[in-house]
Structures are given as C-alpha cells and as structure tokens.
C-alpha cells in the first residue's frame, strides 16, 4: 500500500522560511523510478500545483507563484520529497500536498497545513 | 498551460438521481502514441485529500464504487454518478495529467 506522509507545517510569518518533508512507503517500484508533485489548496479554494521534480532531479518544475521562493528536492536514499519555502506571503496559506505520479494519474498524501500570517 | 473548465459550478441532486459533471480542456487530452486521454477526476471533502476516482477518463480506481463512471476524448469529458448517495457529498474535479504542469478545473460542488 502506498503511503505519502507530509510533515513540516505550521504558522509563520510573512517573509520566513518553512521546509515540508513528505516520507513515502510502500510504492511497487523503487521511490526512484518516480516523479514526484507538491500541490496546495487555499482555504476554500481550488487545487492548484506546485511544483514537480523528475526521477533524477534533472527537471524541477515551479508554478509562476512560487517560482524563485520555492525550491523542490528529493532524498532517493531516504524516500524523502521536500519543499523550502522562502519569503513566504499571506497568499501561500494552504493544506500542502505530496503526490506520487504514477504515470496514470497521482497518488496524494493526507496534507499539512501552512498558514503564513503576522 | 492547459486550462481545464468545469461546468456546472455546482448542482444539487436528489437521493438516487443522476449527477452529471463536464469539463473541458483547452487542448486535446488523448495522446496518439498510446490512445489515451490524460484526464483523471478527483472527489474532494473538507479534511480529507483528494480521492482519484477515474483515470484514463474512463479508468475507475481499485475500489472506486460502479456508480462513478467517466467518458469522453479529446477535449470533453464527463463525469457521471449514477443512482446518488449520501456520502457523494463533494466538491469534483478534473484533471489534466498530460503535463507535469498539471491544471485543475474550477470544482464541481455537489450537494443533495
């Protein structure tokens, strides 16, 4: 059974730092051999991606709203997808999402929160 | 990016009737090389993640109850759930997973 465990939220203020952590098991093939998203949902908004990083970290790719503030990464060894996020806004307040791409469609954590707020 | 639109933006159904759910991409979802259309939907409920109910547009996921059926190529799509239930209380989308820049449509908000 497939498992994405997200970790590393909370409140921040504007303009820090927060890093979230998203520990994967249970996948059919090595964690390697997958791409990997983060997605969000504002409160009382829609879904919207985030950002996607490839098998070998070669392709990281950023929604224009996070673009230069966020900063994806994978730990092959540790099973481990991260996302830094830097000079946080009121705007990124969400339940943050790690996705497994499956290549038929993704497979979603339960989420953790970020609420950026003085 | 590819922009998905959803319609309507929500409806209310009775108990046992059917709900029925558009959504249409900007650009052909079905990729030649396989006969596929990249587009999946997700059922969504306050506190909970999203849950994938069809992929391939017509694929439903392991477990996923036979009243949920999806159809549809290229740029429209459907989602039906037939015979509704209580527990189908939900806010729907569709998703395009031709791209890794993956796009939403706006929600469905269905409601009995």
């Known amino acids: 059974q497939v498992q994405l465990v997200e970790s590393g939220g909370g409140v921040v203020q504007p303009g820090k730092s927060l890093k979230l952590s998203c520990a994967t098991s249970?996948?059919?093939?090595?964690?390697?051999?997958?791409?990997l998203h983060w997605f969000r949902q504002a409160p009382g908004k829609g879904l919207e991606w985030v950002s996607f990083i490839s098998t070998d970290e070669n392709e990281n790719y950023y929604a224009d709203s996070v673009k230069g503030r966020f900063t994806i990464s994978r730990d092959n060894s540790k099973n481990t997808l991260y996302l830094q996020m830097n000079s946080l806004r009121v705007e990124d307040t969400a339940v943050y999402y790690c996705?497994?791409?499956?290549?038929?469609?993704?497979?979603w954590g339960q989420g953790t929160m970020v609420t950026v707020s003085s | 990016d590819i922009v998905m639109t959803q319609s309507p933006d929500s409806l209310a159904v009775s108990l046992g009737e059917r709900a029925t759910i558009n959504c249409k991409s900007s650009q052909s979802l079905l990729y030649s090389s396989n006969n596929k259309n990249y587009l999946a939907w997700y059922q969504k409920k306050p506190g909970q993640p999203p849950k994938m109910l069809i992929y391939?547009?017509?694929t439903r996921e392991s477990g996923v109850p036979d009243r949920f059926s999806g159809t549809g190529s290229g740029t429209d799509f459907t989602l039906t759930i037939n015979s509704l239930q209580a527990e189908d209380v939900a806010v729907y989308y569709c998703?395009?997973?031709?791209?890794?820049?993956?796009?939403f449509g706006q929600g469905t908000k269905v409601e009995i």
């Open positions: 996705t497994q791409d499956r290549g038929y469609g993704d497979v």
């Open positions: 391939w547009a017509s």
């Open positions: 998703q395009q997973f031709l791209t890794v820049f993956r796009t």
């Open positions: 249970g996948f059919r093939f090595s964690f390697s051999q997958y791409g």
